[in-house]
């Protein structure tokens, strides 16, 4: 038995997929490729009157079950990447290597944990960390952790390579594997699903990459150019001719000592504000998240204090399965998002009504076509750095559509559904709240000094 800090780890198995699938080599599409980072996601689950002497060893085995019967469908996940010997990329070797399941108990009552939507470090013991010492090769693509709490609630902690699953895919996986670990043994031979994981239009050529950027060497104005890149050049250009950012230089964005120093916090907008705050466009309908993601984009810039005339930045996800000629195949499991982008100055953003902002979050929805994504994906051919945390960047990760926190392990809905810290703590995520459907927490990553004007700006209704 090993004990971290009050959390002991019981068991840790391999789990297989209960068929064994041919071994076969998976191409990844660039959007796989931009972030091969295990992300993890914690549920918990209050104690239930109904499955109180429910025992960790019980849960542990009707998940090890359920995941091998999972896995057979969704055999990639119990794979491991590797580069490709011919063009040095990352692809996926779909090898049967297995995924990790660890059990574990800890003395902690989940009531002593505070508000389960606000980020606490303890989260991090109740996910499992592989290590493998870099060596890409031996990453498990997937891991769990079920740790049962001194009240007899529980949490399943899970990572998931992103260059396996996207959060659409991600809910989707974990949905299965609730439901074969909740569906009779009788009944499971009648569950079909329709699930894709060849990633198909997004594999790229070279000689298309090279046509592309031919074309658009010839015509910078064509409809295919890239908004999303167009605009985070000009940010990065911005910030260069900057000799010092907050108190650092610009060589010094993104380093680990400032990434660290990131406060992750979670905001609660209620259904009555967000009804309010549609209220206040008046020439057009609009959606929860678009009103929302004006919002957050004007009370963040607001927040950072930046000078009237810096170029600001809204990008946001948006999910390119339907966006492609033809549509993806239903049960599409690969990464199919990409970042839409609307640009001005701060002064713009902050004199503009939010029906012109809504206007250009929906005009920049718009643009998302067949060819912008595969131009979006072309243009990740492109040697890729790390991005700079830039104050004049917002980014939005729409969350509401996948509410993780109804995943069933067969205890009912997890009280709460809460993401760890992302590879960018930045990202701004809306969640849909357990407790009011068309309430919305926005999960976000600020500096200390940004805090208090943050939470000002956005819980104030304008």
Request: proline share 5%; hydrophobic share 35%; charged share 20%.
């Amino acid at each position: 038995m090993a004990t971290n800090q009050g959390v002991s780890l019981t068991k840790t198995v391999s789990v297989y997929p209960k068929s064994l699938h041919s071994p076969t080599l998976l191409s990844l599409s660039n959007l796989d490729r931009q972030c091969p980072k295990l992300m993890y996601l914690v549920l918990f689950y209050n104690p239930s009157r109904n499955h109180h002497h429910t025992s960790v060893q019980s849960l542990f085995q009707a998940l090890k079950r359920g995941l091998e019967e999972t896995l057979s469908v969704w055999f990639p996940a119990s794979g491991r990447l590797t580069f490709n010997q011919t063009d040095g990329k990352l692809d996926l070797l779909c090898n049967n290597a297995g995924t990790v399941l660890v059990e574990a108990f800890t003395q902690v009552k989940i009531s002593e944990l505070g508000d389960l939507p606000q980020y606490n470090e303890f989260y991090e013991k109740l996910v499992f960390k592989p290590v493998f010492n870099g060596n890409i090769y031996e990453m498990p693509l997937v891991t769990a952790q079920v740790t049962r709490f001194g009240c007899g609630g529980y949490a399943v902690g899970v990572g998931s390579s992103h260059a396996l699953f996207d959060g659409l895919s991600t809910f989707t996986f974990l949905n299965a594997w609730a439901t074969k670990t909740t569906t009779r043994a009788d009944e499971r031979s009648g569950l079909r699903e329709a699930v894709v994981h060849e990633r198909g239009p997004f594999l790229v050529g070279y000689r298309q990459v090279q046509n592309q950027i031919a074309r658009l060497n010839n015509n910078p104005n064509s409809v295919t150019s890239v908004a999303a890149f167009n605009h985070l050049h000009q940010l990065i250009k911005q910030a260069a001719s900057e000799p010092m950012l907050g108190g650092c230089k610009f060589s010094e964005i993104g380093s680990s000592n400032q990434e660290s120093s990131y406060i992750l916090s979670t905001f609660h907008v209620g259904s009555a504000m967000v009804e309010s705050l549609k209220r206040k466009i008046s020439s057009h309908e609009c959606s929860s998240f678009e009103v929302m993601a004006a919002h957050l984009w004007k009370a963040r810039t607001k927040a950072m204090g930046l000078r009237k005339g810096r170029m600001v930045c809204l990008q946001f996800a948006v999910d390119a399965r339907n966006k492609m000629v033809p549509p993806l195949p239903r049960g599409f499991s690969g990464n199919a998002y990409v970042l839409a982008s609307v640009c001005c100055t701060a002064r713009e953003l902050e004199e503009a009504s939010y029906d012109s902002t809504i206007e250009k979050i929906k005009e920049a929805k718009r643009s998302i076509s067949n060819d912008y994504v595969k131009a979006y994906i072309e243009a990740l051919e492109a040697p890729q750095a790390t991005l700079p945390p830039l104050n004049e960047l917002t980014i939005v990760s729409d969350w509401t559509r996948t509410p993780f926190h109804k995943v069933d392990f067969g205890h009912g809905e997890a009280t709460y559904a809460s993401p760890l810290v992302p590879p960018l703590p930045q990202v701004a995520y809306f969640m849909q709240n357990p407790h009011e459907t068309r309430g919305i927490d926005l999960r976000i990553g600020l500096l200390p000094q940004y805090l208090q004007a943050f939470s000002h700006h956005f819980l104030t209704k304008p």
